[in-house]
């Protein structure tokens, strides 16, 4: 996730401090070489971001933030908004982009909330289907859905196979991209 160094400071650190907060790694899966700290008093921003309910919270954040003159990009608002577990693992300057903040974080997918897989999933799915039929107009249903279950079933192998690359034992339960 990347802010860049024209965005509001202040917004800026209200964020991480919301995403460490309530999205916070603390298994420390993965943690950047040159983490910066939200530069801000914590102790400020826990008085502006007060709410243990990371929905409650996160209007906190919003109208903090627009009171700054400024909004949450959309990008992190689309994060934010996708799942309850996403995972945050710090953040760092990326002097290759500009000196921008980049955060480091991760969703699983089966964590994406079930709307939001299924819009974005119908969405390629949908789209795949159209460049089919563009080629074979009489495809039919049942090809339909075996097309759908084929890319379910290379979706899990390419899971299991990044699991097994790490040493991990594939699991239905949990879901790496």
């Known amino acids: 996730m990347t802010i860049y160094p024209t965005y509001d400071h202040t917004a800026r650190n209200l964020i991480i401090h919301f995403l460490k907060k309530h999205f916070n790694d603390n298994e420390g899966l993965v943690r950047p070489k040159n ?9 400020l921003m ?5 709410e243990d309910d990371v929905k409650k919270d996160y209007r906190l ?3 903090a933030v627009r009171k700054l003159g400024t909004n949450i ?6 994060y934010i908004n996708s799942s ?3 995972k945050m693992f710090g953040s760092c300057i990326n002097d290759e982009l500009g000196d921008a903040i980049e955060t480091g974080i991760m969703i699983g997918f089966d964590d994406i ?7 974005h ?17 009489n495809l039919s ?20 196979s990044f699991r097994k690359k790490m040493g991990r034992k594939a699991s239905p339960d949990v879901e790496f991209l």
């Open 84 to 86: 309850g577990a996403m």
């Open 121 to 137: 999933m119908d969405a390629f799915i949908i789209n795949q289907i159209e460049k089919l039929r563009g080629r074979f107009p």
């Open 113 to 119: 909330y079930a709307d939001k897989k299924e819009r």
């Open 141 to 160: 249903q049942s090809a339909e859905t075996k097309f759908r279950e084929h890319i379910e079933k290379t979706r899990m192998k390419s899971v299991d």
């Open 61 to 63: 954040l919003k109208d």
């Open 73 to 78: 990009p959309p990008l992190v608002n689309s």
């Open 46 to 50: 826990d008085l502006i971001l007060r």
């Open 35 to 43: 983490e910066i700290l939200v530069a801000d008093n914590p102790k």
